[in-house]
Antibody
Framework: EVQLVQSGAEVKKPGESLKISCKASGYSFGHSWIGWVRQMPGKGLEWMGIIYPGNSDTRYSPSFQGQVTISVDESLSTAYLQWNSLKASDTAIYYC???????????????WGQGTLVTVSS | DIVMTQSPDSLAVSLGERATINCKSSQSVLYSSNNMNYLAWYQQRPGQPPKVLIYWASTRESGVPDRFSGSGSGTDFTLTISSLQAADVAVYYCQQYYTTPYTFGQGTKLEIK
């Protein structure tokens, strides 16, 4: 069974750094694109970017380029989303999700993680 | 970026009645070389992550009830629920995966009348 298990909720102050994780199991991690989606409180879904774990090839939304870093550790079958300096406007639920089909960059999301709530407040 | 616009923003339908949600893309998501529309529909129930219902604009995901159907091509798409059930109360999103960023529509909230 494919599973994506995300790290727990975080409460941070503006200016702090953060790295959240998404551990994958039940499939060959290196061969499926995996991505991140933001959902601000009471709002819709925003596509942030995707990464191919096999070679770390990454695609960012222009809205998030330079604001976050998407990375993987293939040895741990884990994807990461990282901020260097959080803002209050980063408060949201962040979902990881895997492309439905192996090796297909142009694809929809199949399995999703449970979401990680990030709260940024002074 | 391709802008995805859904209508309506919210919808109240009686149990057993038909619900129709529209999605319009700012440019075509039909790839001419394979004649496939790069469009998916998701359902997000309260407190849950999204779940894919439809991909390639009209292919139903395994396990999704057949009351859900997708149609359309090019820039105009529709998700139809033929006979609304209580379990269908959710927010529905379309998404294009034709070109990055793979943008979502703003969502349509479906409620029971």
């Amino acid at each position: 069974e494919v599973q994506l298990v995300q790290s727990g909720a975080e409460v941070k102050k503006p200016g702090e750094s953060l790295k959240i994780s998404c551990k994958a199991s039940g499939y060959s991690f290196g061969h499926s694109w995996i991505g991140w989606v933001r959902q601000m409180p009471g709002k819709g879904l925003e596509w942030m970017g995707i990464i191919y774990p096999g070679n770390s090839d990454t695609r960012y939304s222009p809205s998030f380029q330079g604001q976050v870093t998407i990375s993987v550790d293939e040895s741990l079958s884990t994807a990461y989303l990282q901020w260097n300096s959080l803002k209050a406007s980063d408060t949201a639920i962040y979902y990881c999700a895997r492309h439905y089909n192996w090796n297909d960059e142009y694809n929809w999301f199949g399995p999703w993680g449970q979401g990680t709530l990030v709260t940024v407040s002074s | 970026d391709i802008v995805m616009t859904q209508s309506p923003d919210s919808l109240a339908v009686s149990l057993g009645e038909r619900a129709t949600i529209n999605c319009k893309s700012s440019q075509s998501v039909l790839y001419s070389s394979n004649n496939m529309n790069y469009l998916a529909w998701y359902q997000q129930r309260p407190g849950q992550p999204p779940k894919v219902l439809i991909y390639w604009a009209s292919t139903r995901e395994s396990g999704v009830p057949d009351r859900f159907s997708g149609s359309g091509s090019g820039t105009d798409f529709t998700l139809t629920i033929s006979s609304l059930q209580a379990a269908d109360v959710a927010v529905y999103y379309c998404q294009q995966y034709y070109t990055t960023p793979y943008t979502f529509g703003q969502g349509t909230k479906l409620e029971i009348k």
